[in-house]
């Protein structure tokens, strides 16, 4: 019961930290708002009706943009602020742990991340029917949890705020830009096939264009390997950065 307290105390001070941030809070409402305003715009010029190929885009650049830019942004932003007041170090020394500030960092930006998610899936345009709910609800919440986890990379390796959003831009040039331009480029289809936000993208293109969709072993490998990856490199980053108790 001490430890569930504990968490909740961490997952309640990153909520205070980031819904009061408003620099933090405008990504998932800018998210929001690019997927509803490009809808109306395709749905203007296309007479009423999108073609799954603009349902298709809709939906790569919502998700994208979700997985990246609030992911990256808001997990990052937070441990750098924290970093930045020299609130974190206080609150490693104390009866918290590792695990209890892990699990408390990524909890409500990870289940944000997944409405947001659901939300673009819905206001995109897209038929339900073609829609595998359960599929894309695992695949969202393993791409999430890796953006969570490269955020906290982030957050460890700034200085302060500014510095985080400097190097969160290269990651979101390549885990976003890619798998939104893959269906331009060969080449760049194939390397989206290797990031976990491209996984996904790929998911919702094919629910767009009605076709079934089930994982690969290739896609369970990107999603699993990319999580250890990411987990392994935080870890590391973490004990470097003296936080891990002896």
């Given at each position: ?19 009061r ?92 991340m ?54 969160s ?27 976990f ?42 004990r ?7």
């Open positions: 019961m001490d430890n569930i307290n504990k968490l909740t105390a961490v997952a309640q001070i990153k909520w205070i930290c980031i819904s941030n408003t620099a933090i809070m405008i990504g998932p409402l800018l998210t929001v708002a690019m997927v509803w305003m490009f809808k109306i715009l395709y749905s203007i010029n296309s007479g009423g009706d999108l073609s799954p190929i603009l349902v298709s885009l809709i939906l790569s650049l919502g998700i994208s943009l979700n997985l990246c830019m609030d992911g990256f942004l808001m997990v990052g932003t937070a441990i750098a602020e924290e970093k930045e007041k020299h609130t974190l170090r206080v609150l490693m020394t104390s009866s918290v742990t590792g695990m209890q500030y892990f699990i408390g960092s990524i909890l409500f930006p990870f289940v944000l997944n409405i947001i998610n659901i939300v673009v899936l819905v206001i995109s345009g897209i038929s339900m029917s073609q829609v595998s709910v359960a599929a894309f609800l695992l695949v969202s919440a393993a791409a999430s949890l890796i953006s969570c986890v490269m955020g906290m990379i982030v957050g460890l390796c700034a200085k302060n705020q500014m510095n985080a959003n400097l190097i831009y290269p990651l979101m040039i390549v885990f976003m830009m890619i798998p939104m331009f893959g269906n331009l480029s060969e080449k760049l289809h194939h390397i989206s096939g290797f990031l936000t491209g996984v996904l993208t790929e998911m919702a293109s094919g629910f767009a264009e009605g076709m079934p969709y089930t994982l690969k072993p290739l896609d369970i490998a990107v999603l699993i390997g990319e999580l250890i990856i990411s987990i392994l490199v935080f870890l590391v980053l973490y470097r950065n003296g936080y891990e108790k002896d």
